[in-house]
Structures are given as structure tokens and as C-alpha cells.
């Protein structure tokens, strides 16, 4: 059995900033890609970025570029999302996942679908 387990979210201010660190336990596995997405109450989950560790390649929300970073560590299977400028509108759950299938690559890396593990998230909530 896998788990992802997120850490780092919280209450912050508008303009403030927050570090969000996923890592895997439980079965060794070799993701081929890892993301994050956020649901906000009453809204789908929506993609925030991936990073895909073949050739590092990162992928973003049209709506974080610019202000969110993701970055990792293949060999851990960790990831970490850096977000700066944060505004009341990411205020959402964000949870990391997986792809250990290969499903990033058919279903792209923004894509839910491309997913097999998921982490049961982590509040972020920005005040304004």
C-alpha cells in the first residue's frame, strides 16, 4: 500500500507565502510523475502543477504561473509546492499526487486521470 501525506498547510494572509511538502510511504514505487491539485468547497478539483521527472519538466495552472513552484525529489518520491503572493481566492485543499502508470503521459500531466495515487490533502486558507 501506498500513501502520500501532505504537511505545510495553514492559515496566511494575503501576499503571504507557504510551503507545501508531499511525501510517499508504505510500498516502494517509482512514480513517473507527481502533482498537486486543489478543490476549493463547492468547486471540482482543479490542476495546480506537475513535474515530471524524466526530463523535470514542470507544468502550471494558468492561474498560479508565476507565484507557485513545484519542485522534488524523484529518488524519495517527495515533492514540494512553494507558493508566494498568495491571494483569498487559493484558498482550497491541496493534495498531492502520483502517477506510477504512466498515466501522465496519456492523459497528460494535468490531467486528474494521470493519477493512480492521491494524498489526502492539506487546508490552505488566505485572508484577505
Known amino acids: 500500500q501506498v500513501q502520500l501525506v501532505e504537511s505545510g498547510g495553514g492559515l496566511v494572509q494575503a501576499g503571504g507565502s507557504l510551503r507545501l511538502s508531499c511525501a510517499a510511504s508504505?510500498?516502494?514505487?517509482?512514480?513517473?510523475?507527481m502533482g498537486w491539485f486543489r478543490q476549493a468547497p463547492g468547486k471540482e478539483r482543479e490542476f495546480v502543477a506537475a513535474?515530471?521527472?524524466?526530463?523535470?519538466?514542470?507544468y502550471y495552472a494558468d492561474s498560479v504561473k508565476g507565484r507557485f513552484t513545484i519542485s522534488g525529489d524523484n529518488a524519495k518520491n517527495t515533492v514540494y509546492l512553494q507558493m508566494v503572493s498568495l491571494k483569498p481566492e487559493d484558498t482550497a485543499v491541496y493534495s498531492c499526487?502520483?502517477?506510477?502508470?504512466?498515466?501522465?503521459?496519456?492523459?497528460?500531466?494535468?490531467?486528474?486521470?494521470?493519477?493512480?495515487?492521491w494524498g489526502q490533502g492539506t487546508q490552505v486558507t488566505v485572508s484577505s
Open positions: 508504505g510500498r516502494t514505487f517509482s512514480s513517473r510523475a
Open positions: 513535474i515530471r521527472w524524466s526530463d523535470s519538466s514542470t
Open positions: 499526487a502520483a502517477d506510477s502508470s504512466g498515466g501522465s503521459i496519456y492523459f497528460g500531466a494535468r490531467g486528474r486521470s494521470g493519477y493512480n495515487y
